[in-house]
C-alpha cells in the first residue's frame, strides 16, 4: 500500500465520509449499511498488509501542517497500529452493520452512522499518528464523538449528563496529556514519537522526565478508565449499545492502554514506571472485577469488567517484562473480541426481551439461538475456557505473574479479579439463555441478521484465534508486541503447555468462578450492600462535588466581572491597559524621546480645535441628538485628518463608519430610554482620571513609536515590497489582503461572530418579552 | 412617519450607482484608494440609504438572497482564496495570480477573492445588524 493512500485514503477520506453520512441514509434508507464496506476495506487492506508488517516493516508518510508548530499529518503504520487498527476497522463494520439493524426506524440513525465513522476515523488516526500533536487532536475529536454518541438519546437527563461527564473527565486527562508532549517536545525538540523512542536515553536522565511522564498517564488513566477515573464508563452505557460494544470497549478505551504502549520504549526505564503504573492497573483490575459483582444490569456488568480488562492491559505493561508486554497484547485482542461480540449480544437481548435485567431474564435461549450461540462463545473466551483465546491470554497472564518479582501476592490479586471475570461471565453469556426463567413472560424473540450476525462473527473469531494460536501468536501478537519492546520477540501461542502451575491457576480460578456464578442471588445483595455503602467515599461521590465548586466559582468570579455596566466595562479595559503599558515600559526603561515636530498648518490647528472642542462638549451635553452630533463631529474632523496626512483609505472607511453610526442610532432613537445624567460628581471625576490615563498613555506611545520608527525597516519593507512581492500598488490594501492576511480573516470572523451575537441579542430580549416561559421550558427539557 | 418623496425618488437612483461604485472601489482596491473593507462599507451605506428611504421590507424583497448568506458566502469565498493555493502546493493563503490582467476588471488573483470575501462579509454582517434593528 502507498503510504500516501494510507494517510488519505483512511484517514481523510473518513471524515469526508462522516460528513455525507446523513444525506446517504436520507436517499439509501436501510441500504445505509453498505457504509460498511468502507471499514471493511480498511480492514483488508490492513490483513494484506499484515505479512510484510509482521516481518518488521513499518509504513509511513507526512504531510506538513503546521510546520512552525512542529505539527506534521506524520502517519506510520507498525504492528502495534496494525493490531489496533485492524481491531478498529473490523468491529468497526460489524457495528455499522448491527447499527443499522438495532437503530432501525430510529430518527437519528443518519447522525449514528456519521459519528461512528467520524469516530473510527479519529481513532485510526490515533493509532496510526507519528506526531504527538496530530495524535492528540485525533484523541479530542474521539473524545468528541463519545460525547455525542453517549449523548445519541440526547431528550434523555441521564444520557445528557454521562456525555458531559465523559467528557470532562477524558477532556481534562486529555489537556494534562497535552502538557505531557509539550514538555516532552521541549526535552526532545522535535513531536514525532518516532524521535522520542530514538531519544529515549535522554528523556529519562532529564529531570523534567517524571512530571511529562505522569502527565502523559493522566491522559492515558482518563481515556481508559483507570482508577480513580473509572466512573464516567459505566455511566457512558447511556449510550446505544452498538456505541458501547465499539467505542466503550472494544477500541476507545483502549487509546490509553494504546498510548502507554507506544510510549513504553520512551519511558519504561524510568523508576516510576513499574511502580506507578502496575499499582495503577492492579488496582483497577481487582477494584472493576468486584465492582462488576454487584451489578444486575446486563451492559454495566460488562462496563466494570471492560475496566478491570483495561486495568489488567496497564498492570502488564506496567511489569514491562518482555513476556508481559505481550501478555498485554494478547488480553487486549482477547479482550475486544469476546467484550464487542457481549456487548452486541447485550443489546440483542435488549432488543429481544426489552429489558436488560439478569435477574429477569432467564430461559431465552431456545427463543435466541443465534445469540445464544454467539452469547455462549464469547463467555467462554471471557471465562477463559480452552480453545479460545480468552484462555491462552489468562494462561499468558498467570506465566506474567509466576515469573515476577512477588509471584504469590500478583498472581493471588490477579485469580481474584479473574474469578470475578469467570462468574460474570456466567452470568452474561449463559444465565440470561439457560437459567431459570425469571416471573415475567417476556416474549422473547430473534432480531434480524444484523442483530445476530456480528456479535457471532465476533465471538467465532475468538475460536478461530484460539483454536489456531500460532497463527494469532505469529501474526498478531508478535509484531504488535516487538513494536512495543523495539526488538524481535518470538511468540509461540499454544493451548497446550503441559501441566503447568499456571493449567493449575486457571482450573481453579474455573472452579471459583462457576461456584460465584452460581451463587449469584445469595451473594449479589451482600457484594451490592457493601459497594453501596463504600461509594460516598469514592471518586464517583468526588465529581458532582469538585463540578459544582467549579461552577459556583465561575457563576461567583462572573457576577464580580460581568456587572453589566458598559462604563465599568471599558474603564477596566482602559485601565488595565495602562497598568500593563507602564509595567513594561518600567522595566524595559523607555525613554519618552520627543520627536522633530513640523510647525502645523492652520487646517491642522481648526480641526485640532474642532475635535477637542467636541470631546469637551460631549461631556456636558444634555441631549442624545447633541452626544451624536458631537461624536459625528469628532469622527468626521479624524476623517479629514486621515485625508490631509495621506491615507485616503482610512478617511474613507471612517467617513462610511460614521455614516451607518447615524443610521444605526436614528434607528435605536426611538427605542432608548430617557436621556439621563445618572454619574454622580464623583464617578465623574473618577472617569475623568481614567480616560486621561488612556489619553496620555496612547499619546506617549505614539510619540514613543515615532521616534524608534526613525528607521522604520517594517514601513520600507511593506512599500518596497508591496508591488514584486503581492502584486499591488495599494499598500494598505496589500497588507490587509496579502501580508497580514491571516489577520484580516480572524477579523471577519470575529465580526461574523458579533453580527451572529447581535442578531440574538435583539431577538431573544423582544422574544423574551412575549412569551418569558420559552427558555426556561427549554431548559427544562 | 410621513416619507419623503424626494428622498425615496433619490435613493431608487443613487442605490444602484453607490454600488456600481463600491464594486469599482472593490476592484481597483489593490493599486488605488479601495478595497474590500471601504467598499462594503459603500455598498452598505447605498442599501440603508435604500431601507430609510423606502422601508426596511423593501431593502428585504430586493436583496437576492438573506444577509446572514451573504457573511457565509464571504467567509467562504475568503476562506477558499487560502485554499486555493494549497492546491498548487504553496502554503496557505500564499498570493496567486493570473499572467494577463482582464479587462475592465484588471488583474485577477486569490488576494481579490479574499477581499470579495471581507467585502461580501462587511455588507452581510452591517445589513443584517441594521435590518434586524430597523424591523423590530
Known amino acids: 500500500m502507498d503510504p500516501l493512500i494510507l494517510l488519505t485514503g483512511t484517514v481523510l477520506s473518513g471524515i469526508l465520509l462522516a460528513a455525507c453520512a446523513p444525506l446517504l441514509y436520507r436517499r439509501l434508507g436501510a441500504y445505509a449499511a453498505g457504509l460498511a464496506l468502507f471499514p471493511l476495506a480498511i480492514f483488508i487492506q490492513l490483513c494484506l498488509a499484515i505479512p510484510a508488517l509482521a516481518a518488521g516493516a513499518t509504513w509511513q508518510a507526512a504531510l506538513p501542517w503546521v510546520p512552525s508548530l512542529g505539527l506534521s499529518l506524520n502517519v506510520k503504520l507498525d504492528g502495534l497500529g496494525l493490531v489496533m487498527a485492524l481491531l478498529i476497522s473490523g468491529i468497526g463494520a460489524l457495528v455499522i452493520i448491527y447499527g443499522g439493524a438495532y437503530l432501525k426506524g430510529h430518527p437519528f440513525l443518519g447522525r449514528f452512522y456519521s459519528l461512528v465513522i467520524l469516530f473510527m476515523t479519529a481513532m485510526l488516526g490515533v493509532v496510526l499518528s507519528n506526531n504527538a500533536l496530530l495524535l492528540f487532536v485525533f484523541w479530542e475529536l474521539t473524545s468528541i464523538s463519545s460525547f455525542f454518541l453517549i449523548g445519541f438519546e440526547h431528550h434523555k437527563a441521564n444520557a445528557r449528563a454521562a456525555a458531559w461527564q465523559a467528557l470532562l473527565v477524558t477532556g481534562s486527562g486529555g489537556l494534562a496529556m497535552l502538557a505531557g508532549f509539550a514538555l516532552l517536545g521541549k526535552i526532545t525538540g522535535s513531536f514525532e514519537i518516532s524521535q522520542w523512542i530514538e531519544s529515549s536515553a535522554a528523556v529519562i536522565a532529564h529531570p523534567l522526565a517524571p512530571a511529562a511522564f505522569l502527565l502523559i498517564l493522566a491522559g492515558a488513566a482518563t481515556k481508559s478508565a483507570q482508577f480513580p477515573f473509572h466512573f464516567w464508563l459505566p455511566n457512558a452505557m447511556e449510550a446505544p449499545t452498538p456505541v458501547s460494544a465499539y467505542l466503550h470497549s472494544a477500541t476507545m478505551v483502549k487509546a490509553g492502554v494504546y498510548l502507554l504502549a507506544r510510549l513504553f520504549p520512551v519511558f519504561g526505564g524510568l523508576a516510576l514506571w513499574p511502580v506507578v503504573v502496575t499499582t495503577l492497573g492492579l488496582v483497577t483490575l481487582v477494584g472493576g472485577a468486584l465492582l462488576a459483582l454487584a451489578q444486575t444490569d446486563l451492559k454495566r456488568l460488562l462496563a466494570y469488567t471492560t475496566i478491570s480488562a483495561l486495568g489488567s492491559m496497564v498492570f502488564f505493561l506496567g511489569l514491562g517484562t518482555s513476556l508481559a508486554v505481550k501478555t498485554a497484547v494478547a488480553v487486549l485482542i482477547a479482550h475486544a473480541l469476546y467484550k464487542g461480540a457481549l456487548f452486541l449480544v447485550a443489546g440483542s437481548v435488549d432488543h429481544g426481551t426489552g429489558t436488560r435485567d439478569i435477574a429477569i431474564l432467564g430461559g431465552i435461549g431456545r427463543a435466541m439461538p443465534f445469540t445464544a450461540a454467539a452469547a455462549g462463545l464469547a463467555g467462554l473466551s471471557m471465562a477463559g475456557i480452552p480453545p479460545l483465546l480468552g484462555f491462552i491470554a489468562k494462561e499468558l497472564m498467570y506465566e506474567t505473574t509466576l515469573e515476577s518479582t512477588l509471584p504469590a501476592l500478583l498472581s493471588g490479586l490477579l485469580l481474584v479479579a479473574n474469578v470475578g471475570m469467570v462468574a460474570v461471565a456466567g452470568w452474561v453469556g449463559y444465565r440470561p439463555f439457560w437459567g431459570q426463567p425469571g416471573q415475567e413472560d417476556l416474549h422473547p424473540h430473534e432480531g434480524s441478521a444484523g442483530l445476530w450476525l456480528p456479535p457471532i462473527l465476533l465471538a467465532a473469531l475468538s475460536l478461530l484465534l484460539g483454536a489456531f494460536p500460532q497463527l494469532a501468536g505469529k501474526w498478531l501478537v508478535a509484531p504488535a508486541a516487538q513494536a512495543v519492546w523495539q526488538a524481535t520477540l518470538s511468540v509461540k501461542l499454544s493451548i497446550w503447555h503441559g501441566l503447568t502451575p499456571m493449567l493449575g491457576l ?174 454622580s460628581q464623583s464617578a465623574k471625576i473618577t472617569d475623568m482620571l481614567v480616560a486621561l490615563m488612556g489619553g496620555i498613555l496612547m499619546t506617549g506611545l505614539m510619540l514613543i513609536v515615532s521616534a524608534h520608527n526613525s528607521d522604520a525597516h517594517l514601513a520600507r519593507y511593506f512599500v518596497e515590497n508591496s508591488l514584486p512581492l503581492a502584486n499591488g500598488r495599494n499598500i494598505v490594501n496589500v497588507i490587509l489582503v496579502d501580508f497580514r492576511g491571516f489577520d484580516t480573516m480572524g477579523e471577519i470572523t470575529v465580526l461574523s461572530i458579533a453580527a451572529l451575537g447581535v442578531f440574538s441579542l435583539i431577538k431573544l430580549a423582544a422574544g423574551g418579552k412575549k412569551k418569558r416561559q420559552v427558555p426556561l421550558a427549554r431548559g427544562k427539557k | 412617519m410621513q416619507r419623503s418623496i424626494l428622498l425615496s425618488f433619490a435613493a431608487r437612483y443613487l442605490m444602484p450607482l453607490m454600488l456600481v461604485f463600491s464594486v469599482f472601489l472593490l476592484i481597483r482596491g489593490h493599486n488605488e484608494v479601495g478595497g474590500g473593507f471601504a467598499g462594503g462599507l459603500v455598498a452598505t451605506s447605498a442599501l440603508m440609504l435604500y431601507a430609510i428611504a423606502l422601508s426596511p421590507a423593501a431593502l428585504r424583497k430586493l436583496l437576492p438572497v438573506e444577509p446572514r448568506l451573504l457573511i457565509s458566502i464571504g467567509l467562504l469565498s475568503a476562506f477558499s482564496s487560502g485554499v486555493i493555493p494549497m492546491l498548487a502546493g504553496k502554503p496557505f493563503m500564499t498570493g496567486l495570480w493570473l499572467k494577463s490582467p482582464i479587462p475592465v476588471i484588471g488583474k485577477v488573483g486569490t488576494p481579490l477573492l479574499f477581499d470579495t470575501g471581507v467585502y461580501l462579509v462587511v455588507i452581510g454582517v452591517v445589513v443584517w445588524i441594521l435590518l434586524t434593528l430597523a424591523e423590530e
Do not use: C
Not at chain 1, 526603561?589 to 502645523?600: E, K
Open chain 1, 506 to 679: 486457571s482450573a481453579l480460578t474455573l472452579l471459583l468462578g462457576i461456584g460465584l456464578s452460581a451463587a449469584r442471588q445469595r451473594l449479589q445483595p451482600a457484594i451490592a450492600r457493601f459497594w453501596h455503602a463504600l461509594a460516598k467515599f469514592g471518586p464517583a461521590a468526588l465529581y458532582p462535588r469538585s463540578l459544582h465548586t467549579v461552577l459556583s466559582f465561575a457563576a461567583w468570579q462572573t457576577n464580580l466581572l460581568q456587572s453589566g455596566y458598559l462604563r465599568l466595562y471599558v474603564g477596566s479595559i482602559i485601565l488595565f491597559t495602562v497598568v500593563l503599558a507602564i509595567f513594561t515600559m518600567a522595566r524595559q526603561s523607555i525613554q519618552l524621546v520627543l520627536p522633530t515636530i513640523s510647525p502645523p498648518r492652520f487646517y491642522d490647528v481648526i480641526l485640532i480645535g474642532i475635535i477637542l472642542t467636541a470631546a469637551f462638549l460631549v461631556t456636558r451635553a444634555r441631549s442624545r441628538l447633541a452626544t451624536m452630533a458631537l461624536l459625528g463631529s469628532i469622527g468626521f474632523s479624524i476623517a479629514v485628518i486621515f485625508l490631509l496626512y495621506s491615507a485616503p483609505d482610512l478617511a474613507m472607511v471612517q467617513f462610511a463608519i460614521e455614516t451607518l453610526t447615524v443610521i444605526l442610532f436614528v434607528l435605536v432613537l426611538y427605542r432608548l430610554p430617557k436621556f439621563k445624567q445618572l454619574s
